[in-house]
Nanobody, 124 residues
Framework: QVQLVESGGGLVQAGGSLRLSCAAS????????MGWYRQAPGKQRELVAR??????????DSVKGRFTISTISRDNAKKMVYLQMNNLKPEDTAAYYC???????????????WGQGTQVTVSS
């Protein structure tokens, strides 16, 4: 009923850039916060960046100063969220997941939905 589909991951050398995209589709009534999380092998999933429906953003300390140069952004009309990642480091290697807090047309409350993830690998 609701799908979040990520794209834009891949293999990049240290210092390079990638732009992740996530498209939400389905019976969506409204979308509140959207964000990106990542999970490296053997580690817990962690927040990378989030953006509210009004455009307010917050970033994990580990990416401040690098990702904030280009930022998380969203297109509410297209139901999409983006993450421009610059100056990538090997420690940024992880599966990146899109998240959205949204209401479907059949619900009066919002729930968190997740995409399947897109792999980002940064070589040294």
């Amino acid at each position: 009923q609701v799908q979040l589909v990520e794209s834009g991951g891949g293999l990049v050398q240290a210092g390079g850039s990638l732009r992740l995209s996530c498209a939400a589709s389905g019976i969506i009534f409204s979308i509140n916060g959207m964000g990106w999380y990542r999970q490296a092998p053997g580690k817990q999933r962690e927040l990378v960046a989030r953006i509210t429906s009004g455009g307010s953003t917050n970033y994990a300390d580990s990416v401040k100063g690098r990702f904030t140069i280009s930022t998380i952004s969203r297109d509410n009309a297209k139901k999409m969220v983006y993450l421009q990642m610059n100056n990538l480091k090997p420690e940024d290697t992880a599966a990146y997941y899109c998240n959205a807090d949204l209401r479907t047309t059949y619900s009066s409350v919002s729930y968190a939905y997740w995409g399947q993830g897109t792999q980002v690998t940064v070589s040294s």
